[in-house]
């Protein structure tokens, strides 16, 4: 049975074909073959309030620069990892909704953090966040990458009962790059004691969760240590909004790995953690769906 793809969005910009770049090394990591497309539309309006001839004309530029950006990604895919199968799919219809159906039976979605800009349907940045919600598979956007790789997959482990495909992922990925794997556990309360000198210090009850958390965090790591022995592994938990925290591990990883729910993307809380970090981090995501 041949691999699933990896699939990856471009619309001709730098940041689109900086994750083509991803995306291409991630197919030879995995010796798969590499999907690229792109789709073209036209600016919100325009048909109402131009003729059916400038209507045209527009549609063909787009369609052009659509063709154009698909050939010059595939080009630099070729180039950054030979022997990898390349081919590329032109997509029809609302950008956001055809690339985020273009993923589906792939391995994964890779996208650009921004796009051209040049018109509403070619935001890469908009189709980006929308994939990460809504796609069946594993979405990965790629913001800014380090000059040399750390050597670390960092994941996010929220309910210990629904993360089973998000650490499949993210030890499948760390066992690839032949990195280690930190998994950061955050927890948040409200209230907050002071002391006299003003001083903001973890009270009795919260040290205890803590520790609790620690050892439930330890104990799911311990069934994946032994799934993957070659994988260094290591546990943080850490008191302060899910969101801040790793967005702060992705200035130290290669990639973080956070979970979603395919089935209710727009839970409450979830949902903030998730932009918060596409927003905000220092390098590659990947959101991963889970039941």
């Known amino acids: 049975m041949a691999a699933k793809p990896i699939v990856a969005g471009t619309d001709g910009s730098e940041e689109s074909l900086r994750a083509v770049d991803w995306a291409a090394r991630e197919a030879a990591l995995r010796g798969a073959p590499l999907r690229i497309v792109a789709a073209a539309g036209a ?7 131009a003729g059916a001839g400038e209507y045209a004309r527009v549609t063909d530029v787009l369609l052009g620069e659509r063709d154009q950006a698909l050939a010059a990604a595939a080009e630099r895919a070729a180039k950054t990892a030979p022997g990898v199968l390349i081919d590329t799919d032109p997509l029809h219809g609302p950008a956001a909704r055809a690339v985020t159906e273009s993923g589906a039976g792939a391995q994964m979605l890779v996208l650009g953090s921004r796009g051209i800009g040049a018109f509403a349907a070619l935001l890469l940045g908009s189709v980006s966040r929308y994939a990460a919600s809504h796609a069946s598979c594993p979405v990965v956007v790629i913001r800014d990458e380090a000059p040399s790789p750390h050597g670390l997959v960092g994941v996010g482990v929220g309910d210990p009962d629904t993360c089973g495909d998000v650490l499949t992922f993210a030890f499948e990925e760390a066992s690839l790059r032949k990195a280690g794997l930190l998994a950061v556990h955050a927890w948040h309360t409200p209230q907050t004691d002071f002391s006299r000198a003003g001083q903001a210090f973890t009270l009795p009850g919260e040290q205890a969760d803590a520790a609790n958390a620690a050892r439930h965090l330890a104990g799911l790591l311990d069934d994946w240590r032994g799934k993957y022995p070659d994988v260094p592994v290591s546990q943080e938990v850490v008191h302060g909004h899910p969101g801040r925290a790793l967005v702060g591990l992705s200035a130290r990883a290669d990639l973080v790995v956070i979970g979603r729910h395919a089935k209710h993307p727009g839970l409450p809380g979830a949902g903030s953690v998730r ?8 390098g590659p995501v990947a959101t991963v769906p889970s039941a």
């Open 275 to 282: 932009h918060a970090v596409l927003n905000h981090a220092h």
């Open 43 to 49: 600016p919100p309006g325009m048909k109402s309030r």
